[in-house]
Nanobody
Framework: QVQLVESGGGLVQAGGSLRLSCAAS????????MGWYRQAPGKEREFVAS???????????MYADSVKGRFTIFRGTAKNTVYLQMNSLKSEDTAMYYC???????WGQGTQVTVSS
């Protein structure tokens, strides 16, 4: 059974930084797309960023327009961990952040990010 465990959320002032981590277990994730989504109160869950295997040891990243240039997604050495480095945080980044794996499909339990203005 695939399990995703997120960590790294918290309270930060606007302009600050946080790094989220997601560790996957119960499968092989080297070639699986892994990413982050977020959901703010009263809003639908939205895509934030993803990292997709490009063959060999290469991965390419995709970002929502709202986070381009501020967030960076990357894999750990073991490829079963994905990180989201969030810089220049804004109050509108406040949300529950969820880790996602496409195959096998799984979601983490979420980690709260709150940005105070």
């Amino acid at each position: 059974q695939v399990q995703l465990v997120e960590s790294g959320g918290g309270l930060v002032q606007a302009g600050g930084s946080l790094r989220l981590s997601c560790a996957a277990s119960g499968g092989t994730f080297t070639s699986s797309e892994m990413g982050w989504y977020r959901q703010a109160p009263g809003k639908e869950r939205e895509f934030v960023a993803s990292t997709t295997w490009g063959g060999g040891s290469s991965y390419y990243a995709m970002y929502a327009d709202s986070v381009k240039g501020r967030f960076t997604i990357f894999r750990g050495t073991a490829k079963n961990t994905v990180y989201l480095q969030m810089n220049s945080l804004k109050s509108e980044d406040t949300a529950m952040y969820y880790c996602n794996v496409k195959l096998p499909a799984a979601w983490g339990q979420g980690t709260q990010v709150t940005v105070s203005s």
